[in-house]
Structures are given as C-alpha cells and as structure tokens.
C-alpha cells in the first residue's frame, strides 16, 4: 500500500499508531518546558506517524476480504476457571475507520493549534492534554475488551475535562469542565453497571466471548437488556444524548481545536462506537430505546440551535443533533450508515469547527454571530471552507454529508417502510434535515455576509497563516469528496450488527453461527446485501433522498428569506418579528428548554439542601452526641485517673514495691554470710520435716 | 530346732561382732574427727572412720566399693585434706576458739532426734531380711556392665564432673598476677 | 515400746544377723558427728572433714538399703555409692582450692572471718 510501510506488520502498525503519541506524551509531560517551543513539533510529528500508519492499516484493511485483521489477547488478570479479564487488540474494519478520523483529526487540530494558541500562557500544557486525549482515544478504538475501552473512556474524558478548564481562570470554563466530567460520569455509572453485569454473566470482557455468549445462550436475555441499557446509557453521557446533553454546549469553552478535535469529531463519536461495536448485544426493544433517543436528541437539539448567538454553541447543538442521528440510525440497525455518518461528520464538523476557530481568531475572540457580518470579502479562504463543510452538514447534494445522511434517513425510512410503525423516526429524521439546513444558513448569513455589524472588528480580520489554512482545506477537501459517489463506503463498510466479526473471532464455529445469523439479522436491514427486501431499500433510498434535498433546500430558501441582507442590510422576513410573536417559544429555545435550570433545580438545589440539612443535623446531633461522649469521656477519665493515682499507683505499684522492699530487708538478715548459719537453717528444715512425717502426717 | 539354733549362733556370731568392733571404731574415730580441736588429729582419725565404713561394706556384701572407698577416700580425698591443713596451717595463734555452747546444745539435739528416729522405725518397721542372691552383681565385672549399660550417662556426667572439677580446681588456685 | 523387740532389731544379739536398723542408727550417728563437726568448727578443713562424715552416712544408708531391699534396684546401692564417691572426690578437690584461695585472700581458713556474703 504505503510504499514505506509495506513491510511492517499489522500488529507492528498498530503499536506505532498507539505508541508515538504515547511517547511523545510522556516526553512532553515530563519536559516541555524545556524543548523549544514547547514540544509543538515533536506532538505533530508523533501524530503524523499515527496519522501514516493508520492510513496504511485503513488501506490494507479494505484492500482484503477479511474483516478482521488482527485480534490479539493475552491473559492479564486470570481471576477463576469461569472468570477471567483479558487485553488485546483488534483490528477490523471499524477500528481502522476510526483510526484514521482520530488520527487525521488529531493531526489537524495540531496543527491548527499552532496558531491558534501560538500565544497561550500554557501552551506546552494544552498539547500534553491534546496528546494524552490521542492516545487515550486510540486505545479506545484499539481494544478488544470492553475493560480497556472503558479504561481509554475515562481517560479521554480525564482529558476532555482538563481541555475544556484549560482557561481555568474562567470561572465559566472551569464549571463547564466540571459540568462534562461530572455528566458523563452520569453515563458512565450505567457503563459501569453494564460491564459488571456483563462480566459477572459472561465471565469475560473480551467482545469476541460477549457476542458469542449473547448468541448461543437464551437464558441471558433480562441481563442482556441490563447490560445494553447500561452501556447505551454510558454512550448517552459520552455522546451526548437528549437527558445527558447538558455539558456539551458550555464545553465549547474548550479552545476552539479542542472542540473540533473533542466534542465534535472524535470523543463524542465514542459513544456511537461503543454502541455500534456492541450492537450484536442490543435486543428489539433496547434498540428501539436506542432509536427514540436518538430521534429525539436530533429534533430538540436542532431546535435549540436555531436561535443560538454563539458560533460555536451553534456548532456544539449541530453536534448533539447529528450524534442523534448516528444514535437513530443504529437504534434501526443501520450501522454501515451510522459509521459512514460519524466519519463523514467528524471531517467536516471538525472543518466547521475549525473555521469557527479561524473565524473567531480572525475576530479577537469574537463568538457572537450577531457582531459578525460582511466577512466574506475580508477571509475568503476561511468563508469557502466554512461554506462547504455547511454544505457538508446541510446534506447538499454531492457533497459527503449528502450520502452519509442519505443513507441513514434510508435506514429509517426502511425500518418505517416494513411495517413496524414508529413514524416518530422518519418524521424527526426530515425535520431535523429541515432545520440543519436553516440554522446554518441562518449562521452562515450571519456571519459572512450582510452588512459588517462591528466595524474595528470587521477592519482588523484577516485569514490566518498556513499552519491554520491548511487542516481548513484539507478537512473541506474531505468534507466534499470523501464519501465520492456515496458507494464505495457501504461495500467495504463492516456489514452490520458485527456478526462477521463474531463469525471471525470464533472461527471454529463459523458453520452454527451462520445457519442461526439469518433470521436474527432480517430484523435489522439497513441497505444493500440482502437481496430479498433489496427492492424496498432502492425505495427508502429514492424516497429519502427526494424528501431530504427537498427539505434542505427549503431550509436554506427560508435562512434566506430571513437572514439573508440585501445591500441595504435588510431582510426580506424579519427573524425579530417572528420571536415577537412567539414569545414563549423563543424564550424556550434560547433558554434550551429551561433543562439547565432543571437540573439545577432538581439535582443542584435539591442536593444543595440535602446537604445543609445533613450540615444541620450533623452540626445539632452528631457534633452533639460527639461532644457529649466526650465530655462523658473526659468524666470517665478522671475518675480513672484518680484511680489509677490512689490505688494502683500509690496502694498497688508502690505499695508493692514497698513491702518487696521490706520483705528484702528482713528476708536479708537471714544471709548472714556466715556459713554456721546456713548449716543451722538447713537442719532446721530437716527437723521440721521429720516433726512434720512423723507427728503430724 | 538345737540344732538349726547352734547353727544360727555360730553363723550369725562372726558378722555380729565384727559389726560392733566396727561400730566401736567408727563412732570412736568419728567422735575425735568431728570434736577434736587439733585438725591434723581430726584429719587422721578420719582416716579410722574411713576405714571402718570399708569394713561395714564388707560385711554388707559389697567388697568391691570397700576396696574402692580405701583407694578413694583414704587414698585420695585424706591425703587432700592433709595437704590442705599443711597449705593453710600457718598462723599463729591455734584456730579453735571456746566452742559455741548454742550451736553445741543444737548438734546433740540433732543427734538425739536423728538417733531417735532410727531406733523408733527400728520398734515400729521389721528389718526385712537378707538377700542372699547379692553376689552375682558385686563383682568388678558386673559393675563395669553396669556402668557402661544403663549407667553410661551417670558414668558419662562423673566423668565430665570431674574434669570440670579438674579443671576448676586448677583455675581457683592459680595465682591471679 | 518394745524393748526386747528393739535390742533384736537393732543387733544386739547373736541369735539374729544384724538388721538394717543398726546401720541406720550408725549412720544417723555419724551424719550428726558431720554436723557437729560443721557447726563447732571455724576452721574450714574441719569443715570439710565434717562433710565428708556426712556424706559417708549417706553412702552407708544407700548400701544398707540396697542390701536390705532384697536387691530390688539391680545395682543401685554400689551405683550411688561409687557416684557418691566420685562426688565427694571432685567437691573435695575444688573445695580445697577455695580454701586455698579464700587462705590468699584472709590468710587465714576461718571460716567466721569470711562473711562477705552478708545480706
């Protein structure tokens, strides 16, 4: 493939792919201070090596039939004969699509942050966290347990948190950071749980042995529904997902690459891995769980961002709304969809956010689009890039986002068309490709045409440098081309729900496995492959895409009608008369549905007097009982010590010692030192024992 | 009956009055060692004392610990003391002093209760008879079995008693320089 | 109390052998001549001399025992007799040489004279 690499082994690739960051972090960590400029160099080289090595593991992967290339475990904790925890790596299609969008992402976002944050009082800092969020994440993808993956889970959100409290003096990015840990913990209880459950039914973590045990054994059934809850909640958390959403928009705190990189490309795409990766153990009705979340988060997100201010909380409602349709899509079984999705998505949300940084950057750390306007002509470079990942984002016909969208509003039609009912589905599906289309519009306008709102603004902005441009152009590049005709990526796609894969990892019963796949697998059609409903998919496939280019187009002629100003800088609608009219509404969308209020209300007031009353009580009862006993105690005490002066010391130990003394005495004029003396004693004892034999026994 | 009676008279006759001239001698000599206030006298009459037990050895059957009380006692622990009272003899003035009347009234009354002890048992017990299979086992032969059979160890501790003692002795009178 | 009973037991007669009561009696006389010899003398060799009294009873009172019992220790009596011995051999010879040195020390053997040990 590679003309360099083409002698390493796959296993070889994928300990450089996770090691070189891994180096670089531990070199960084230690002495960035010392290197010049703080090791900048030496992360985006560590990252390139990854980037390389993945490219040529992703080639090769879909260069080969075998969806599996490499599933290798070794003992690391024997626990029992029916338990037993176990590491390893596996590498299939999947791993290495995911390795790639980490690692090109990564790669740029290093690059971009160059500039970005060329001035930053802890630079050397950022890109340890930037590097230890890499490798963390390529061990996520990396695993073939879901021991290590949650391991690599917590660490990326370790240094999810860490980023986005990077300007920590911000009192509002450091609660943002707590706001993200703290809710994907959340999440993570319920991860946890399922993997416990898991483990204690399985007895191993290993996917391979979890899919097959899902398989083969009916009496798992109520535990499987436990555990694909409890893993699908930790997804909700780490993706974002409609109870759980909460912390992604004030992530956007977070140093715009950081955002790009994190919270829209990768971190928050974990969840959608964890979930397709464990798709084989998701019964029906924990998958319809799954899709009617996903549906949902999908509308309300897209309504909230409709009338966001800041260009990156736009961004980070985008986000949440496309992470609920990979959700949705996997809820319905289209995993090949939803894995096209996520890596078409984290291309150009990443180019979008990315832009933003540049827009922002161009701005002085402006982010309200409201003072932007009229940037086109001032940033060409960054508004064409910004244009086509909107594009992109939009579903605009041809372009990447078009195909991947495509494919899941398929899926869903599909999954409607068959009979199942659930039209909840499809309808979030279209609206939600109505309302992308007019929020980013809507922003888009805002931003870059229409009259400058902010003149010194508007006079200082200039593109930035190469360092920045360049992941711009590359990620648009992506963000237009990668899906190409829409095609290649199903056919060489992992097929869905990971059978094959379970069909590899246990080659042996390869034969059971495919009689007992069949009937399971027809619940869960997504698209080509199966011949049978293959006239139906075409169907779902026209129907979605008429109704999708339609609906988009509709939202950009309205972001148009409303947002767009003529050179007089006026609207031909005006946005303002509409919010007039519908008061509440509007207060209900910029307030997000009130849901951080909520949780305040309910969680952090609640827990807030929670806590006084137990402050209360434990001041008033327990600091009472405590003080009481102790003064008891020290009543107790000095009744002893009294005691313990007058009797035992004075009576007992000294008492003692006296009387030894005088027994001493008197017992040492016995030793007179005159031998006479000792003959008398000791025939006196003899006498006595004659009198004693003799008269008395 | 005259018979077995004129038999037992001239049997019992010989050991009888050894036993007495023996006895004669030995609370004789006894009394000088032990009263005596000349020590070299007391020592030599020690020697008759001694001698005496040999003899009532003898008669108790056991000629072989008569012949070693000769050799040991009056060949060796005698001529010690002799030595002894030459090496420390020297001062002036004679040793004795007025005895202690005290200690002299609780020596007789050692000696009355002791004897009176022995001469009540002598009332009350029978003395049980004479073994007559004693022979066999009083040869030096059967006691050098015995000391190296079921007697090695206190033959063995004897031996070790006396080298320490060889070799105590021999440390204490060291002059010390 | 029998008194021909106890001129018979005790050996004074020549119609019976001689008993093991007249051993005792000898011995008891010779252990309280020992005695007597400890507690009147200030001369520590008569001391000694009055040890070896005693200590020769009590080899007197082991034989006569022994061969009064019928022989029923096999060889005890001369056992102990000949242990006794070898003790009162060893004690003699290391018994001298503290009088030898205690001699050194006082230059003199009394015994009253040597009270160190007084408590």
Redesign the interface.
Known sequence: MLPLLESMTVLQLAITIFASPLIAFAILSLSHHKVPRHGDWLAITALFVSFICSAEIFLRSFASDNPVMLNLSYSWLPLSAKHSLSGGILIDHLTAIMLVVVTLVSFLAHLFSVGYLHDDIRYGRYYCSLLLFTTSMLGLVLANNLLYLFISWELVGLSSYLLIGHWYEKKSASNAAIKAFITTRVGDVGMFLGLLVLYDQIGSLQYADVFAAVHFSADLATWQTVAGLGLFFGAMGKSAQFPLHVWLPDAMEAPTPVSALIHAATMVAAGVYLCARMLPIFDAQTLLVIAYIGAFTAVFAATIAIVQVDIKKVLAYSTVSQLGYMIMALGVGGYTSSIFHLTTHAFFKAGLFLSAGAVIYAAHHEQSILKFGGLYKKIPITATCYLLCTLALIGFPGFSGFWSKDAIIADVLHYNLVGSGHYFLGFAALVTVFLTAFYMCRQYFLTFFGQPKDEHLHSHAKDPNWTMTLPLIILSVLAVFFAGGGHWFPEYAPKKSGFEQVLQMTASEANTLELSHTPTAGKHQNSAAHSSEHGQIIDAHKLAMMLSTGLAFLGILVAYLFYYQNSKGQTRFSAQKVAERFPFLYRLLVNKYYLDELYHFLFVRSLHACAQECQEFDRKVIDGFVNLWAKLTMMATALVEACDRIVVDYYLVLGLARSVTRAGNRASALQTGKIKAYFVFSMCSVLALIIVLFFIV | MEQDSLMLYQTYGGANISFWLITLLVLISGGIAALSTNIVRAAFSLFFTLFGLAGYFVLLGSDFIAVTQIIVYVGGILVLLIFGVLLTNKQKQPLESPRSWPLFVFATVCLIALTAVMVYCACVFPSPAINQNYVAINTAYTLGRMLSGSYVIIFELAAVFLLLGLIGAAFLVRRAD | ??FE??IT???F??????????????????????????????????????I??ML?AA??NF??F??????VG??A???A???L??????????A??????L??NF??????Q??????
């Open positions: 109390m029998n009973r106890m037991e005790l050996g007669t020549t119609t019976a052998p001689v008993g093991l009561h007249s051993y005792l009696v000898v011995a008891a006389i010779l252990f309280s001549m020992g005695l007597a010899s400890c507690l009147l003398r200030k001369n520590a060799i008569g001391i000694l001399i009055g070896e009294l020769n080899v007197l034989m006569a022994w061969r009064f019992s019928g022989g096999g060889g009596g001369p056992m007799a000949i242990v011995m070898v003790m009162a051999a060893g004690e003699a010879a290391i001298l040489a503290i009088f030898l040195n001699f050194y230059t003199s053997v009394d015994v009253e040597a009270s160190n040990l007084e408590g």
